[in-house]
């Protein structure tokens, strides 16, 4: 615990010393959303929820593609080499997909906030639309920063990490737009348990996997 609360600290001191990561996405989602805005807002005025959620939904995925991507490939081979010596791989691992997760839950929120003041707000209840943030936000950091080691062992980072992260991303993407929509229009949070257990059960998945396989994609 102690080697991973460390290691986060590491990164988030990186982060608020250069701030290319924070800054880079933070502007990529206030010009995607004014991009709807201008497109949608000014023409038909009135969005439709399902349009809505699923846009921005979208917006999200990229934004962490983007950010969680960077996750080793912003670490040269030399440092690479010292954390190697310096920690066990499973530290290195969870360290980064914390750190992810608090990254993209902060841009997540960020993103909302504007959302909601460019585009309207047909959510009617916030704390379900929250969870599903949070879940979201758990499990993109989770499979992005696994990938995002995968891919930084080869040539191409960039393609094979959008050529990975699809198909992987796909089926938590779905149950998290049918949550986000239950909580749209309102419906009982019984009616979401299954939503809610499944896209749980695969962020404890994706987790499991990464702290297991990690190691060895590590000492290669």
């Keep these: 615990m102690k080697e ?3 290691l986060i600290w590491k990164d988030i ?3 608020l010393r ?3 990561t924070l800054n880079t996405m933070v502007l990529f989602m206030v010009c995607t959303i004014f991009l709807c805005y201008i497109s949608f807002m000014l023409k038909i005025q009135v969005l ?3 349009t809505w959620n699923t846009l921005f939904w979208i917006i999200l995925v990229f934004s962490a593609v983007n950010s969680a991507g960077n996750s080793f490939r912003k670490e040269s081979t030399g440092r690479q080499l010292y954390y190697y010596q310096l920690a066990k791989p499973e530290s290195i691992i969870m360290a980064k997909i914390i750190f992810n997760f608090l990254l993209l839950l902060v841009l997540s929120l960020l993103g909302f906030a504007l ?3 460019l585009l309207g707000n047909p959510v009617q209840d916030f704390g ?3 969870l599903s943030l949070i879940l979201g936000s758990l499990g993109f950091s989770a499979s992005l920063t696994l990938l995002a080691g995968i891919a930084s062992k080869t040539d191409n980072a960039s393609g094979i990490l959008a050529v990975l992260s699809f198909p992987v991303l796909l089926p938590l993407i779905n149950m998290l737009i049918r949550l986000s929509k239950n909580a749209m229009d309102g419906l009982d949070v019984s009616a979401s348990y299954d939503e809610i257990l499944t896209i749980f059960g695969i962020d404890l998945i994706v987790i499991a996997l990464s702290y297991l396989l990690f190691p060895y994609l590590w000492k290669s």
């Design 4 to 6: 991973i609360r460390d």
């Design 13 to 15: 001191k990186l982060e």
């Design 18 to 20: 250069q701030q290319s």
């Design 48 to 50: 439709e929820s399902i």
């Design 115 to 117: 959302y909601l003041a």
């Design 128 to 130: 379900m639309y929250f």
